[in-house]
């Protein structure tokens, strides 16, 4: 069966850069695209980019260009997150889901809390 | 301020019927895009609903259906039932500079009377 694990939760300081890991398992990895979805505290779901696990090409949304980097291990079959220049309003559960028209699967989700 | 407007919330009694819109552009919907669905309960990620429109994964209810016409999407559920109680997303794509991007609703709250 599919499933993404991610890695657990992280607190961090302000200006602080996070990297959060996704592991699939249960089919082939560099089949399908990965995309980062993060959540904030009561707030809606916003996307933040995709990778293409066999080639390693990326798509970020403009909102994070310059300080979002996606890349991929495809030897463990894991996906990396890294946000860089933390702030307090990026305080939020992030999420990686695997894109197959729509997103049917989903790790549980990194909370990573940004605060002094 | 999200791409795709979703009301924030609507609200049925049990066995009811509800709807929820998702209303979009020329450059999202009505591109052409794909419209999916995803329903989220509290604390857990979200469980995609409806793929392609108006598909359902296996193991979903046929008491949820969707729809999409020009620019707009919906979502219906029938025979309202307790466990229906959640967040619910239309998510779609847009096409900008930089290439496609996924784009999401602002969410409806459903609530079960």
């Known amino acids: 069966q599919v499933q993404l694990v991610q890695s657990g939760a992280e607190v961090k300081k302000p200006g602080a850069s996070v990297k959060v890991s996704c592991k699939a398992s249960?089919?082939?990895?560099?089949?399908?695209?990965m995309h980062w979805v993060r959540q904030a505290p009561g707030q809606g779901l916003e996307w933040m980019g995709r990778?293409?696990?066999?080639?390693?090409?990326?798509n970020y949304a403009q909102k994070f260009q310059g300080r979002v980097t996606m890349t991929r291990d495809t030897s463990i079959s894991t996906a990396y997150m890294e946000l860089s220049r933390l702030r307090s309003d990026d305080t939020a559960v992030y999420y990686c889901?695997?894109?197959?028209?729509?997103?049917?699967?989903w790790g549980q989700g990194t909370l990573v809390t940004v605060s002094s | 301020q999200s791409v795709l407007t979703q009301p924030p919330s609507v609200s049925g009694a049990p066995g009811q019927r509800v709807t929820i819109s998702c209303t979009g552009s020329?450059?999202?919907?009505?591109?052409?895009?794909?419209v999916h669905w995803y329903q989220q309960l509290p604390g857990t990620a979200p469980k995609l609903l409806i793929y392609?429109?108006?598909n359902r994964p296996s193991g979903v209810p046929d008491r949820f259906s969707g729809s999409k016409s020009g620019t707009s999407a919906s979502l219906a559920i029938t025979g309202l039932q307790a466990e229906d109680e959640a967040d619910y997303y239309c998510?779609?794509?847009?096409?900008?500079?930089?290439?496609?991007?996924?784009?999401f609703g602002g969410g409806t709250k459903l609530t079960v009377l």
């Open positions: 392609g429109n108006s």
């Open positions: 990778i293409n696990p066999n080639s390693g090409g990326t």
């Open positions: 020329s450059s999202n919907i009505g591109a052409g895009y794909d």
């Open positions: 889901a695997r894109d197959s028209s729509g997103y049917g699967y």
């Open positions: 998510q779609s794509y847009d096409s900008s500079l930089s290439g496609r991007r996924a784009v």
């Open positions: 249960g089919y082939t990895f560099t089949g399908y695209y």
